[in-house]
């Protein structure tokens, strides 16, 4: 099927990554009290927080929200990804072992060695390869939370989410990380209405 794009506030993720919100603990605010700010976010290096690290955040409109802080790994294309894209555990092809970094590159190809697997979580800013920063996991996108995450913010879908489980995939070499409505594999959430 085509690919297409559902909103992302039709869609709630399940945080399926190990561990729990650290309580109290507010992710990437700055001075000027900015959350997800550059100081912390996008960065050669870990800043304030640890790999795996969770917090919790309660958006006013969509309720609460799980952010996990994590590495990634490689990039569809090689290039930088947007807000709003969707990242999995990055694996290696060869012997399905986690990397222990996040990517949107699944391309399955032999010269490839990696693949998108285990829980999906959402971009919250451009990312870079190789860089940290924090992914939101759980939770309906949280909007008023995330600067530069809109209500007209879309994910790509492979064209057949409707209402209920989704879970994430690859349409083909080209596309990276996507929800898909087959629920052979690994739930990442829910849809509440299809995709357009």
């Not at 559902?6 to 919100?21: A, Y």
């Not at 994910?155 to 080209?174: H, I, P």
């Not at 409505?181 to 849809?191: E, N, R, S, V, Y």
Request: glycine fraction near 14%.
């Amino acid at each position: 099927m085509a690919a297409s794009t559902i909103v992302v506030t039709k869609v709630e993720l399940i945080d399926t990554f190990p561990g729990v919100p650290t309580p109290g603990f507010i992710p990437g605010r700055n001075s000027a009290g900015e959350l997800f700010s550059t100081d912390y976010h996008n960065t050669a290096k870990p800043v304030n927080a640890k790999v795996g690290q969770k917090a919790s955040m309660y958006d006013p409109v969509y309720g609460w929200a799980t952010f996990i802080y994590m590495q990634v790994g490689g990039l569809d294309g090689g290039t930088a990804s947007a807000v709003g894209s969707m990242f999995g555990l990055e694996m290696v092809r060869t012997t399905f072992l986690a990397t222990g970094r996040v990517t949107n590159d699944d391309d399955g190809s032999a010269t490839n060695n990696v693949i998108i697997g285990g829980p999906g979580c959402m971009a919250l800013s451009l990312m870079t390869t190789l860089y940290y920063g924090w992914f939101q996991c759980g939770g309906r996108p949280a909007i008023t939370l995330i600067p530069n995450l809109e209500a007209t913010t879309t994910f790509l879908t492979n064209g057949s989410v409707a209402e209920g489980a989704v879970q994430l995939g690859a349409q083909d070499a080209d596309i990276p990380g996507l929800i898909t409505g087959a629920i052979t594999g690994l739930k990442i959430g829910f849809a509440y209405g299809a995709d357009v």
